[in-house]
Protein backbone atom coordinates (compact mmCIF):
# COMPACT_ATOMS: atom_id res chain seq x y z
CA UNK A 1 0.00 0.00 0.00
CA UNK A 2 1.47 3.32 -1.26
CA UNK A 3 1.33 6.03 1.60
CA UNK A 4 -0.25 9.32 1.11
CA UNK A 5 1.49 12.05 -0.53
CA UNK A 6 0.57 15.20 1.98
CA UNK A 7 1.06 18.67 0.37
CA UNK A 8 1.15 22.31 1.32
CA UNK A 9 -2.37 24.27 0.60
CA UNK A 10 -1.91 27.60 -0.86
CA UNK A 11 -1.40 30.48 1.75
CA UNK A 12 -1.56 33.35 -0.41
CA UNK A 13 -0.92 36.74 1.70
CA UNK A 14 -3.38 39.48 0.92
CA UNK A 15 -2.79 42.11 -1.56
CA UNK A 16 -5.44 44.42 -0.11
CA UNK A 17 -3.13 45.67 2.22
CA UNK A 18 -0.73 47.92 -0.02
CA UNK A 19 -2.69 50.73 -2.07
CA UNK A 20 -0.76 51.55 -5.39
CA UNK A 21 -1.31 54.74 -6.72
CA UNK A 22 -1.25 54.87 -10.82
CA UNK A 23 1.74 56.75 -10.68
CA UNK A 24 4.61 58.60 -8.48
CA UNK A 25 6.48 61.84 -8.44
CA UNK A 26 9.90 62.53 -7.00
CA UNK A 27 9.95 63.29 -2.68
CA UNK A 28 11.84 66.74 -2.52
CA UNK A 29 11.93 69.22 0.24
CA UNK A 30 8.75 67.07 2.63
CA UNK A 31 6.29 66.67 -0.47
CA UNK A 32 5.78 64.94 -3.81
CA UNK A 33 6.01 66.70 -6.82
CA UNK A 34 6.18 65.93 -10.71
CA UNK A 35 9.53 65.77 -12.39
CA UNK A 36 10.54 69.70 -13.98
CA UNK A 37 12.93 67.55 -16.79
CA UNK A 38 12.46 64.00 -16.49
CA UNK A 39 10.21 61.36 -17.64
CA UNK A 40 8.74 58.34 -16.33
CA UNK A 41 9.34 54.64 -16.58
CA UNK A 42 7.04 51.62 -15.41
CA UNK A 43 7.57 49.17 -12.18
CA UNK A 44 7.32 46.02 -13.27
CA UNK A 45 6.25 42.93 -10.45
CA UNK A 46 8.97 40.45 -11.46
CA UNK A 47 6.35 37.31 -10.50
CA UNK A 48 3.68 37.98 -12.88
CA UNK A 49 5.21 40.83 -15.31
CA UNK A 50 2.53 43.24 -14.04
CA UNK A 51 2.70 46.81 -14.47
CA UNK A 52 2.81 48.09 -10.46
CA UNK A 53 2.49 51.40 -11.41
CA UNK A 54 4.46 54.51 -13.23
CA UNK A 55 7.79 56.08 -11.56
CA UNK A 56 8.76 59.50 -11.98
CA UNK A 57 12.64 59.36 -13.67
CA UNK A 58 14.48 62.53 -11.86
CA UNK A 59 16.49 64.34 -14.33
CA UNK A 60 19.63 67.40 -13.60
CA UNK A 61 17.07 69.95 -12.21
CA UNK A 62 15.01 67.47 -10.22
CA UNK A 63 18.55 66.25 -8.89
CA UNK A 64 19.64 70.03 -8.07
CA UNK A 65 16.19 70.87 -6.65
CA UNK A 66 16.84 67.51 -4.17
CA UNK A 67 20.12 68.70 -3.01
CA UNK A 68 19.30 72.17 -2.73
CA UNK A 69 16.03 70.96 -0.47
CA UNK A 70 18.63 68.50 1.52
CA UNK A 71 21.42 71.33 1.82
CA UNK A 72 18.26 73.89 3.08
CA UNK A 73 17.36 71.39 5.23
CA UNK A 74 21.14 70.99 6.79
CA UNK A 75 21.76 73.93 7.63
CA UNK A 76 18.83 75.48 9.08
CA UNK A 77 16.99 72.54 11.22
CA UNK A 78 18.61 68.87 11.07
CA UNK A 79 22.71 70.09 11.75
CA UNK A 80 20.78 72.43 14.42
CA UNK A 81 18.59 70.08 16.60
CA UNK A 82 20.07 68.08 19.53
CA UNK A 83 20.84 64.38 19.38
CA UNK A 84 18.43 63.58 21.13
CA UNK A 85 15.45 65.53 19.16
CA UNK A 86 16.71 63.54 16.36
CA UNK A 87 16.84 60.38 17.99
CA UNK A 88 13.15 61.06 18.17
CA UNK A 89 12.34 61.15 14.80
CA UNK A 90 14.27 57.67 14.14
CA UNK A 91 12.61 56.53 16.86
CA UNK A 92 9.26 57.44 15.35
CA UNK A 93 10.56 56.28 11.48
CA UNK A 94 11.23 52.94 13.30
CA UNK A 95 7.75 52.59 14.91
CA UNK A 96 6.03 53.58 12.03
CA UNK A 97 8.10 50.66 9.84
CA UNK A 98 6.54 48.32 12.67
CA UNK A 99 3.26 49.39 12.12
CA UNK A 100 2.75 49.22 8.38
CA UNK A 101 5.21 46.24 8.15
CA UNK A 102 2.41 43.91 6.71
CA UNK A 103 2.24 46.26 4.05
CA UNK A 104 5.44 47.35 3.73
CA UNK A 105 6.30 43.84 3.59
CA UNK A 106 3.35 43.04 0.67
CA UNK A 107 4.90 46.14 -1.43
CA UNK A 108 8.37 44.47 -1.58
CA UNK A 109 7.58 41.00 -2.33
CA UNK A 110 5.05 42.67 -5.07
CA UNK A 111 7.88 44.96 -6.25
CA UNK A 112 11.11 42.52 -5.83
CA UNK A 113 9.89 39.22 -6.51
CA UNK A 114 11.11 37.77 -3.13
CA UNK A 115 8.79 35.75 -1.07
CA UNK A 116 6.57 37.34 1.27
CA UNK A 117 8.26 35.11 4.11
CA UNK A 118 11.74 37.00 3.62
CA UNK A 119 10.45 40.50 3.33
CA UNK A 120 7.96 39.55 6.61
CA UNK A 121 10.70 38.09 8.57
CA UNK A 122 13.55 39.43 7.52
CA UNK A 123 13.69 42.76 5.46
CA UNK A 124 11.39 44.61 7.17
CA UNK A 125 11.76 43.81 10.89
CA UNK A 126 15.54 44.11 10.48
CA UNK A 127 15.18 48.11 8.65
CA UNK A 128 12.82 48.62 11.58
CA UNK A 129 15.53 47.35 13.87
CA UNK A 130 18.20 49.45 11.53
CA UNK A 131 16.31 52.89 12.92
CA UNK A 132 16.04 51.72 16.56
CA UNK A 133 19.78 50.84 16.70
CA UNK A 134 20.89 54.16 15.38
CA UNK A 135 18.01 56.44 17.30
CA UNK A 136 19.65 54.72 20.28
CA UNK A 137 23.42 56.41 18.60
CA UNK A 138 22.12 60.12 18.25
CA UNK A 139 22.44 61.56 21.41
CA UNK A 140 25.53 59.54 22.52
CA UNK A 141 27.91 60.52 19.37
CA UNK A 142 30.66 61.98 21.97
CA UNK A 143 31.31 57.91 22.46
CA UNK A 144 31.69 57.09 18.88
CA UNK A 145 35.37 57.04 19.45
CA UNK A 146 35.62 59.99 16.69
CA UNK A 147 36.06 62.64 19.55
CA UNK A 148 33.97 64.53 22.04
CA UNK A 149 32.62 66.60 19.54
CA UNK A 150 32.29 64.83 15.68
CA UNK A 151 30.45 66.51 13.04
CA UNK A 152 28.32 65.38 10.37
CA UNK A 153 29.69 66.14 6.76
CA UNK A 154 26.46 67.80 5.64
CA UNK A 155 24.37 66.61 2.52
CA UNK A 156 24.66 62.47 1.91
CA UNK A 157 23.51 61.42 -2.05
CA UNK A 158 22.75 57.80 -2.06
CA UNK A 159 22.30 55.36 -4.21
CA UNK A 160 20.93 51.39 -3.93
CA UNK A 161 20.51 48.49 -5.55
CA UNK A 162 17.19 46.44 -6.06
CA UNK A 163 18.22 43.31 -3.62
CA UNK A 164 16.94 44.62 -0.45
CA UNK A 165 15.06 47.67 -1.38
CA UNK A 166 13.78 48.91 1.82
CA UNK A 167 16.73 47.62 4.48
CA UNK A 168 19.23 48.92 1.94
CA UNK A 169 17.43 52.45 2.30
CA UNK A 170 17.40 51.72 6.27
CA UNK A 171 21.30 51.14 5.93
CA UNK A 172 21.87 53.76 4.22
CA UNK A 173 19.19 56.26 5.71
CA UNK A 174 19.32 56.22 9.18
CA UNK A 175 23.23 56.27 9.95
CA UNK A 176 22.80 59.11 7.72
CA UNK A 177 20.33 61.11 10.40
CA UNK A 178 21.42 59.96 13.14
CA UNK A 179 24.91 61.72 12.62
CA UNK A 180 23.08 64.97 11.82
CA UNK A 181 23.32 64.52 7.58
CA UNK A 182 20.68 65.36 5.65
CA UNK A 183 19.66 62.62 2.84
CA UNK A 184 18.72 62.39 -0.80
CA UNK A 185 18.40 58.40 -1.61
CA UNK A 186 17.99 57.15 -5.45
CA UNK A 187 16.19 53.72 -4.97
CA UNK A 188 17.10 50.83 -7.76
CA UNK A 189 15.16 51.09 -11.07
CA UNK A 190 13.23 48.34 -10.65
CA UNK A 191 12.38 48.62 -6.80
CA UNK A 192 11.15 52.49 -6.33
CA UNK A 193 7.73 51.67 -4.62
CA UNK A 194 9.06 51.03 -0.66
CA UNK A 195 11.11 53.62 -0.88
CA UNK A 196 7.99 56.02 -1.98
CA UNK A 197 6.12 53.95 0.71
CA UNK A 198 8.75 55.43 3.06
CA UNK A 199 8.67 58.82 2.06
CA UNK A 200 4.69 58.56 2.98
CA UNK A 201 6.62 57.58 6.67
CA UNK A 202 8.32 60.77 6.99
CA UNK A 203 6.00 62.71 5.94
CA UNK A 204 3.65 61.01 8.99
CA UNK A 205 6.69 61.33 11.42
CA UNK A 206 6.51 65.15 10.93
CA UNK A 207 10.25 64.61 9.62
CA UNK A 208 11.52 68.46 8.85
CA UNK A 209 10.92 69.06 4.99
CA UNK A 210 14.19 68.27 3.21
CA UNK A 211 15.79 66.16 5.43
CA UNK A 212 15.27 62.82 3.34
CA UNK A 213 14.57 63.58 -0.38
CA UNK A 214 14.12 60.50 -2.69
CA UNK A 215 14.97 60.63 -6.45
CA UNK A 216 13.79 57.40 -8.32
CA UNK A 217 15.44 56.82 -11.63
CA UNK A 218 18.00 54.75 -13.19
CA UNK A 219 21.50 55.03 -13.75
CA UNK A 220 21.89 58.80 -15.42
CA UNK A 221 19.96 59.89 -12.10
CA UNK A 222 21.97 58.05 -9.78
CA UNK A 223 25.24 59.70 -11.72
CA UNK A 224 24.15 63.08 -11.62
CA UNK A 225 23.35 62.65 -8.04
CA UNK A 226 26.94 60.98 -6.71
CA UNK A 227 28.53 63.87 -9.12
CA UNK A 228 26.20 66.82 -8.12
CA UNK A 229 29.20 69.53 -6.97
CA UNK A 230 27.15 69.89 -3.43
CA UNK A 231 26.69 66.22 -2.03
CA UNK A 232 29.26 66.05 0.36
CA UNK A 233 29.37 62.25 1.36
CA UNK A 234 28.41 59.78 -1.25
CA UNK A 235 26.95 56.09 -0.18
CA UNK A 236 26.89 53.39 -2.63
CA UNK A 237 25.80 49.86 -2.81
CA UNK A 238 25.58 48.04 -6.17
CA UNK A 239 28.03 46.53 -8.51
CA UNK A 240 31.69 46.84 -8.70
CA UNK A 241 31.18 48.13 -12.18
CA UNK A 242 29.78 51.37 -11.32
CA UNK A 243 31.05 51.82 -7.75
CA UNK A 244 34.17 51.86 -10.29
CA UNK A 245 32.95 54.47 -11.81
CA UNK A 246 31.73 56.28 -8.76
CA UNK A 247 35.09 55.76 -7.44
CA UNK A 248 36.72 57.74 -10.37
CA UNK A 249 34.23 60.25 -10.21
CA UNK A 250 34.81 61.65 -6.54
CA UNK A 251 38.89 61.09 -7.10
CA UNK A 252 40.34 64.67 -6.59
CA UNK A 253 36.89 66.04 -5.02
CA UNK A 254 36.74 66.54 -0.87
CA UNK A 255 33.61 63.93 -1.45
CA UNK A 256 33.57 61.08 0.99
CA UNK A 257 32.67 58.09 -0.38
CA UNK A 258 31.74 54.31 0.74
CA UNK A 259 31.22 51.84 -1.50
CA UNK A 260 29.69 48.43 -0.57
CA UNK A 261 29.82 46.16 -4.04
CA UNK A 262 29.92 42.35 -5.26
CA UNK A 263 30.92 39.21 -3.72
CA UNK A 264 31.76 35.67 -4.32
CA UNK A 265 31.80 34.39 -0.88
CA UNK A 266 33.88 30.90 -0.02
CA UNK A 267 31.65 28.68 2.11
CA UNK A 268 33.92 26.43 3.72
CA UNK A 269 32.71 23.31 5.37
CA UNK A 270 35.43 20.97 7.14
CA UNK A 271 34.77 17.03 7.41
CA UNK A 272 34.02 17.18 11.02
CA UNK A 273 31.40 19.81 11.05
CA UNK A 274 27.66 18.71 11.54
CA UNK A 275 26.69 18.21 8.35
CA UNK A 276 22.71 18.61 8.60
CA UNK A 277 23.41 22.12 10.16
CA UNK A 278 25.91 23.16 7.18
CA UNK A 279 23.59 22.21 4.93
CA UNK A 280 20.81 24.36 6.32
CA UNK A 281 23.64 26.80 5.98
CA UNK A 282 24.72 25.87 2.42
CA UNK A 283 20.62 26.66 1.16
CA UNK A 284 20.71 29.56 3.42
CA UNK A 285 24.01 31.13 2.36
CA UNK A 286 22.86 30.71 -1.57
CA UNK A 287 19.47 30.10 -2.26
CA UNK A 288 18.04 32.96 0.31
CA UNK A 289 16.46 35.55 -1.46
CA UNK A 290 17.09 33.87 -5.11
CA UNK A 291 21.16 34.79 -4.45
CA UNK A 292 20.41 37.80 -5.05
CA UNK A 293 22.75 38.62 -1.93
CA UNK A 294 26.22 40.54 -2.53
CA UNK A 295 27.74 38.02 0.41
CA UNK A 296 25.78 35.00 -0.83
CA UNK A 297 27.90 32.00 -0.20
CA UNK A 298 28.40 31.16 -3.77
CA UNK A 299 31.49 29.34 -3.86
CA UNK A 300 30.93 26.13 -1.91
CA UNK A 301 34.31 24.51 -0.85
CA UNK A 302 34.26 21.13 0.69
CA UNK A 303 36.81 19.03 2.78
CA UNK A 304 37.44 16.32 0.16
CA UNK A 305 36.32 13.59 2.69
CA UNK A 306 32.97 14.51 3.02
CA UNK A 307 32.04 15.91 -0.85
CA UNK A 308 29.51 12.79 -1.65
CA UNK A 309 27.97 13.37 1.76
CA UNK A 310 27.18 16.88 1.47
CA UNK A 311 26.61 16.86 -2.24
CA UNK A 312 23.97 13.91 -1.52
CA UNK A 313 21.74 15.43 1.29
CA UNK A 314 22.52 19.54 -0.24
CA UNK A 315 20.63 17.60 -3.10
CA UNK A 316 17.83 15.95 -1.26
CA UNK A 317 17.07 19.19 1.03
CA UNK A 318 16.77 21.69 -2.64
CA UNK A 319 13.99 18.86 -3.49
CA UNK A 320 12.29 20.36 -0.57
CA UNK A 321 12.43 23.85 -1.46
CA UNK A 322 8.86 25.67 -2.85
CA UNK A 323 9.61 27.66 -6.03
CA UNK A 324 6.96 29.68 -6.99
CA UNK A 325 3.83 32.65 -6.34
CA UNK A 326 6.24 34.65 -3.85
CA UNK A 327 2.83 35.86 -2.39
CA UNK A 328 2.32 32.60 -1.16
CA UNK A 329 3.80 32.37 2.99
CA UNK A 330 4.95 28.80 2.16
CA UNK A 331 7.44 29.66 -1.40
CA UNK A 332 10.92 29.37 -0.58
CA UNK A 333 11.96 30.57 -3.85
CA UNK A 334 10.50 33.93 -5.74
CA UNK A 335 11.24 35.45 -8.72
CA UNK A 336 14.21 36.43 -9.89
CA UNK A 337 14.06 40.61 -10.29
CA UNK A 338 14.26 41.78 -13.90
CA UNK A 339 14.44 39.72 -17.36
CA UNK A 340 18.11 41.68 -17.20
CA UNK A 341 18.92 39.72 -14.24
CA UNK A 342 17.18 36.52 -15.58
CA UNK A 343 19.52 36.94 -18.49
CA UNK A 344 22.69 37.23 -17.01
CA UNK A 345 21.98 34.03 -14.73
CA UNK A 346 21.11 32.09 -17.50
CA UNK A 347 24.40 32.97 -19.61
CA UNK A 348 26.71 32.42 -16.25
CA UNK A 349 25.11 29.15 -16.32
CA UNK A 350 25.65 28.28 -19.71
CA UNK A 351 28.73 29.28 -19.46
CA UNK A 352 29.39 27.17 -16.14
CA UNK A 353 28.23 24.36 -18.64
CA UNK A 354 30.23 24.82 -22.09
CA UNK A 355 33.41 25.05 -19.31
CA UNK A 356 32.95 21.63 -18.59
CA UNK A 357 30.92 21.77 -14.68
CA UNK A 358 27.85 19.59 -13.88
CA UNK A 359 25.11 21.91 -13.71
CA UNK A 360 22.19 20.25 -11.44
CA UNK A 361 18.71 21.47 -10.62
CA UNK A 362 15.60 19.98 -8.22
CA UNK A 363 12.91 18.55 -10.57
CA UNK A 364 10.63 21.82 -10.75
CA UNK A 365 7.93 23.55 -12.41
CA UNK A 366 8.65 27.27 -12.92
CA UNK A 367 5.43 29.10 -13.50
CA UNK A 368 4.99 30.64 -17.10
CA UNK A 369 4.95 34.41 -16.94
CA UNK A 370 7.20 36.36 -15.18
CA UNK A 371 11.27 35.61 -14.44
CA UNK A 372 12.10 32.51 -12.66
CA UNK A 373 15.28 29.85 -12.36
CA UNK A 374 15.58 26.79 -10.58
CA UNK A 375 17.95 26.21 -6.92
CA UNK A 376 21.43 25.11 -9.51
CA UNK A 377 24.35 23.55 -8.49
CA UNK A 378 27.49 22.85 -10.33
CA UNK A 379 29.95 20.05 -9.35
CA UNK A 380 33.03 19.62 -10.84
CA UNK A 381 33.82 23.21 -10.81
CA UNK A 382 37.88 24.45 -11.33
CA UNK A 383 39.34 27.44 -10.06
CA UNK A 384 39.60 28.93 -13.42
CA UNK A 385 36.11 28.34 -14.52
CA UNK A 386 34.21 31.97 -14.71
CA UNK A 387 31.32 30.88 -12.81
CA UNK A 388 34.34 30.04 -9.49
CA UNK A 389 35.47 33.59 -10.28
CA UNK A 390 32.60 36.29 -11.34
CA UNK A 391 29.83 37.04 -9.22
CA UNK A 392 26.27 35.92 -10.83
CA UNK A 393 23.94 36.91 -8.30
CA UNK A 394 21.40 34.53 -8.65
CA UNK A 395 20.56 30.63 -7.04
CA UNK A 396 23.59 29.47 -8.66
CA UNK A 397 25.94 27.55 -6.72
CA UNK A 398 29.69 26.04 -7.41
CA UNK A 399 31.03 23.59 -5.70
CA UNK A 400 34.98 23.01 -5.17
CA UNK A 401 36.90 20.29 -3.17
CA UNK A 402 40.21 20.98 -0.83
CA UNK A 403 42.39 18.80 1.23
CA UNK A 404 44.14 20.71 4.17
CA UNK A 405 42.75 23.97 5.79
CA UNK A 406 45.75 25.51 3.68
CA UNK A 407 44.32 24.78 0.56
CA UNK A 408 40.79 26.11 1.89
CA UNK A 409 42.16 29.27 2.90
CA UNK A 410 44.09 29.38 -0.27
CA UNK A 411 41.21 28.83 -2.22
CA UNK A 412 38.80 30.98 -0.45
CA UNK A 413 41.25 33.81 -0.77
CA UNK A 414 41.63 33.08 -4.48
CA UNK A 415 39.26 35.92 -5.61
CA UNK A 416 39.23 39.58 -6.47
CA UNK A 417 36.45 40.30 -3.80
CA UNK A 418 36.38 40.36 -0.45
CA UNK A 419 33.16 40.70 1.18
CA UNK A 420 32.05 37.29 3.43
CA UNK A 421 33.09 33.67 4.02
CA UNK A 422 31.53 31.37 5.81
CA UNK A 423 33.43 28.56 8.03
CA UNK A 424 31.67 25.20 9.31
CA UNK A 425 33.61 22.89 11.94
CA UNK A 426 33.38 21.78 15.72
CA UNK A 427 37.04 23.17 16.29
CA UNK A 428 36.64 26.77 17.59
CA UNK A 429 40.68 26.68 17.24
CA UNK A 430 39.91 26.42 13.42
CA UNK A 431 37.32 28.64 13.38
CA UNK A 432 39.75 31.40 14.81
CA UNK A 433 42.76 30.11 12.25
CA UNK A 434 40.66 31.00 9.25
CA UNK A 435 38.90 34.18 10.38
CA UNK A 436 41.94 35.55 11.21
CA UNK A 437 43.61 34.79 7.64
CA UNK A 438 40.17 34.83 5.45
CA UNK A 439 40.54 38.62 3.55
CA UNK A 440 36.04 39.16 4.04
CA UNK A 441 34.99 42.02 5.85
CA UNK A 442 32.47 39.35 7.91
CA UNK A 443 33.19 35.82 8.64
CA UNK A 444 30.15 33.96 9.52
CA UNK A 445 30.95 30.44 11.61
CA UNK A 446 28.93 27.65 11.75
CA UNK A 447 25.76 29.88 10.01
CA UNK A 448 25.56 32.29 7.00
CA UNK A 449 23.71 35.44 6.24
CA UNK A 450 23.10 36.78 9.52
CA UNK A 451 23.27 40.52 9.91
CA UNK A 452 22.64 42.89 13.36
CA UNK A 453 22.47 46.54 13.09
CA UNK A 454 25.58 46.55 15.55
CA UNK A 455 27.51 44.86 14.03
CA UNK A 456 29.83 46.36 11.02
CA UNK A 457 29.49 45.02 7.22
CA UNK A 458 31.90 45.63 4.32
CA UNK A 459 34.32 44.73 1.81
CA UNK A 460 37.91 44.48 0.68
CA UNK A 461 39.05 44.60 -2.34
CA UNK A 462 36.69 44.76 -5.19
CA UNK A 463 33.92 44.49 -2.72
CA UNK A 464 34.35 48.24 -1.67
CA UNK A 465 35.29 49.84 1.04
CA UNK A 466 34.18 51.43 4.18
CA UNK A 467 31.50 50.15 7.11
CA UNK A 468 28.19 49.89 7.44
CA UNK A 469 26.32 49.71 10.67
CA UNK A 470 27.90 49.14 14.17
CA UNK A 471 29.80 52.00 15.81
CA UNK A 472 32.40 51.86 12.48
CA UNK A 473 29.38 52.83 10.40
CA UNK A 474 29.05 55.89 11.49
CA UNK A 475 32.48 56.89 11.18
CA UNK A 476 31.52 56.61 7.30
CA UNK A 477 29.18 59.74 8.58
CA UNK A 478 31.03 62.19 10.42
CA UNK A 479 34.23 64.41 10.88
CA UNK A 480 36.09 63.23 13.31
CA UNK A 481 36.82 65.65 16.17
CA UNK A 482 40.55 66.18 15.89
CA UNK A 483 41.39 68.92 18.67
CA UNK A 484 42.29 68.32 22.29
CA UNK A 485 40.67 66.19 24.31
CA UNK A 486 39.14 64.85 21.58
CA UNK A 487 40.20 61.44 19.02
CA UNK A 488 39.58 58.14 19.79
P1 LIG B 1 24.05 48.41 -10.17
O1 LIG B 1 25.40 48.87 -9.79
O2 LIG B 1 23.75 48.24 -11.59
O3 LIG B 1 22.97 49.43 -9.63
C1 LIG B 1 22.96 49.85 -8.28
C2 LIG B 1 22.38 51.23 -8.24
O4 LIG B 1 23.25 52.14 -8.89
C3 LIG B 1 21.02 51.39 -8.92
O5 LIG B 1 20.22 52.26 -8.15
C4 LIG B 1 21.39 52.02 -10.25
O6 LIG B 1 20.36 52.78 -10.82
C5 LIG B 1 22.54 52.92 -9.85
N1 LIG B 1 23.48 53.27 -10.91
C6 LIG B 1 23.70 52.64 -12.09
N2 LIG B 1 24.64 53.30 -12.80
C7 LIG B 1 25.04 54.35 -12.04
C8 LIG B 1 26.01 55.38 -12.20
N3 LIG B 1 26.77 55.48 -13.28
N4 LIG B 1 26.15 56.30 -11.20
C9 LIG B 1 25.42 56.22 -10.08
N5 LIG B 1 24.48 55.27 -9.88
C10 LIG B 1 24.30 54.34 -10.84
O7 LIG B 1 23.81 47.10 -9.36
P2 LIG B 1 22.48 46.27 -9.23
O8 LIG B 1 22.39 45.37 -10.39
O9 LIG B 1 21.32 47.15 -8.94
O10 LIG B 1 22.76 45.47 -7.87
C11 LIG B 1 23.45 44.30 -7.85
C12 LIG B 1 24.87 44.51 -7.35
O11 LIG B 1 24.89 45.14 -6.08
C13 LIG B 1 25.59 43.21 -7.17
O12 LIG B 1 26.85 43.27 -7.76
C14 LIG B 1 25.72 43.07 -5.66
O13 LIG B 1 26.78 42.32 -5.22
C15 LIG B 1 25.78 44.48 -5.21
N6 LIG B 1 25.34 44.60 -3.82
C16 LIG B 1 26.27 44.83 -2.86
C17 LIG B 1 25.91 44.94 -1.53
C18 LIG B 1 26.94 45.21 -0.46
O14 LIG B 1 26.55 45.58 0.63
N7 LIG B 1 28.21 45.06 -0.74
C19 LIG B 1 24.57 44.82 -1.18
C20 LIG B 1 23.64 44.58 -2.17
C21 LIG B 1 24.05 44.48 -3.50
Redesign the pocket.
Known sequence: MSSPVFDYAPAPESRAVVDIAPSYGLFIGGAMRDPVDGGGFLSISPSTEEVLTEVAEAGPADVDAAVIAARTAYAKTWSKMPGRERGKYLFRLARLIQERARELAVLETLDNGKPIRETRDVDVPLAAAHFFYHAGWADKLAFAGLGANPRPHGVAGQ??????PLL?LA?KVAPALATGNTVVL?????TPLTALAFAELCQQADLPAGVVNIVT???????L???HPDVDKVA????????R??AR?VAGTPKKATL????KAANIVFDDAPIDQAVEGIVRGVFFNQG????AGTRLLVQESVVEEVIASLKRRLGTLRLGDPMDKNTDIGAINSAI?LERIQTMSDIGEAEGATRWSPACTLPERGYWFPPTVFTNVAQTHRIARE?I?GPVLSVLTFRTPDEALAKANNTPFG?SAGVWTEKGSRILWMAQRLRAGVVWANTFNHFDPASP???YKE??YGR?GGRHGLSAYLVPDETVGGGA
Open positions: VIPWNFMWKPAETGAGETGRLVEFTGSTEVGLIAELGGHVCCQEFLFGGSGE
